[in-house]
Structures are given as C-alpha cells and as structure tokens.
C-alpha cells in the first residue's frame, strides 16, 4: 500500500518536473527584449511547478517515513534503501522513476543555468531602455522659433539590442 502511493508520488513528481522543465525551455526561447506579460506567465507557470513539487516532495517524505516505521527500518532512508527492500516489482518501478527524475533534474539545472545568462541580458535591456528614457526627458532647454526657451516634452525611446 505505501509503495504504490510512493510509485503514484513520483509519477506526479515526474509530470511535474516535466511542466517545470518545459517552461524553462519557454523562457529560454525568450528574446531578450520580450513582453513584461508573457516573460510573467511563464515564470508563474514555473512557480506553480515548484511550489507542487514542494508539496509532492514533502508527501513523499512522509510516505517513507511511514514505510520505515512499518517494515522497521532506519528513520533516516533513502530511495537507495527502499528500492533494496521491496520486491522486484516494485524495485524495477522504483529505479525507472527514481532514473527520470535524475534525468530532468539535471535538465532542469542545464535549463536554468542559460535562464540566469539571459535574465542578465533582459535586465541589460530593461536598464537601457529605462536610460534612454530618462535621458530623454532630462534633455537641456533649448531654443523656439520666437526665441523663447523652453524644455522639451515626451520621450523619445531608443531601440537596443543587447
């Protein structure tokens, strides 16, 4: 019973790392210069993923746990040690599970690494675009037609690629 909820545990803790990893992929994809709401979603998207898999991460805790209590051994176990201690069945389940998950975290932090490298490059846009701007309306006064000075109004927005 304990070990089909842990087999259930990492199956949504793989579909979970799988919607985690695939917005990263989205927010890699990004250019640089993209839209405020749509680089929003996609990281609402990835927090939503890990606040589950915090969720999942601490049901499973418990479930082990349990099985540890139950089959009396070490309160401290890990994966390792069930998988050694379960039937065959359950242990070749276990390893595929426990096998893909290593495979998406790892993806995960690749992912994640390129998402620092371009968030330094959206914020270099970001503080350009807010440099020119502020320029713009600091512009000294100069002179009208009339001879008449007067300082300049608006902002003119000065395109960069980073």
Known sequence: MLLDQLVTNLNQQIKTHEILLDAL???TALPATCSLPLLEDIQTMRDNAVNHIK?????????????CFETNIAETVSLKDVISS???????TLVTQRDTLKEL???IADSGKQNAVRASARIACFNEIQGAVSKA???STTYSMNGALYKPKG?????RSV
Do not use: S, V
Not at 86 to 92: L, R
């Open 25 to 27: 992929i989205k927010e």
């Open 55 to 67: 969720k999942l991460e601490a049901k499973r805790i418990q479930i082990l746990k349990e099985y």
């Open 86 to 92: 379960c039937n065959e069945t359950y242990a070749t």
């Open 105 to 107: 975290i790892r993806r």
């Open 137 to 139: 309306l600091k512009r």
């Open 155 to 159: 902002a003119c927005l000065m395109q």
